[in-house]
C-alpha cells in the first residue's frame, strides 16, 4: 500500500483506479486461468473509499553525531508537504522546561514511511546548547 501512496496519481479517486491483469493471475478450480484484461482495456474500479486516516507519528530518533532526525510514521507521507517550523523539541512530555522549533532543516529522502531530516548547522548547536532536550 506504501509503494502505491508514493503514486502521488494513482488510486486518488475512482477516476484514477483502474486494474489490468496480464498472464496467470489466478485459476478456478478446475484450473482455468481468469481472463485477461490488459493494460490498453483496464478494468475500473467499482466502490473506491477514499483515505481518511491521518498519517501518525510512531516514534522518532535525533541522532546528533549524524545531525538527523528520524520520523516514523504509521504511512507514507508527502514530504513536499514538510513544514520545518512545526517540528519542535521539547524536554518533558508535560511541556515543562525548554524547547525549540527547528527553524531550517532538509529532507535527506522522499516520499516514504520514514522521513530523514537533515538539520541544519544553527538547529543542532541550539538543540545541543539547550541541555534539557539533547
Do not use: C
Not at 494513482?10 to 478446475?30: C, E, N, P, Q, Y
Amino acid at each position: 500500500l506504501n509503494n502505491i501512496k508514493r503514486l502521488s496519481g494513482l488510486a486518488v479517486s475512482k477516476a484514477t483506479t483502474f486494474i489490468s491483469l496480464d498472464g496467470v493471475v489466478i485459476r478456478d478450480m478446475v484450473g482455468n486461468n481468469a481472463s485477461l484484461i490488459g493494460k490498453a482495456t483496464p478494468l475500473n474500479v467499482t466502490l473506491f473509499y477514499e483515505d481518511y486516516v491521518r498519517p501518525e507519528l510512531l516514534h522518532f530518533d535525533l541522532d546528533v553525531t549524524e545531525e538527523t532526525v528520524t520520523l516514523y510514521f504509521t504511512e507514507t507521507v508527502d514530504v513536499s508537504t514538510f513544514n520545518v517550523t512545526q517540528l519542535t523539541f521539547l524536554e518533558s512530555e508535560n511541556g515543562i522546561g525548554d524547547s525549540y522549533s527547528l527553524t531550517n532543516a532538509s529532507i535527506a529522502h522522499g516520499d516514504d514511511p520514514t522521513v530523514t531530516v537533515e538539520l541544519s548547522a544553527v538547529d543542532l548547536n541550539i538543540i545541543k546548547w539547550k541541555t534539557g532536550i539533547a
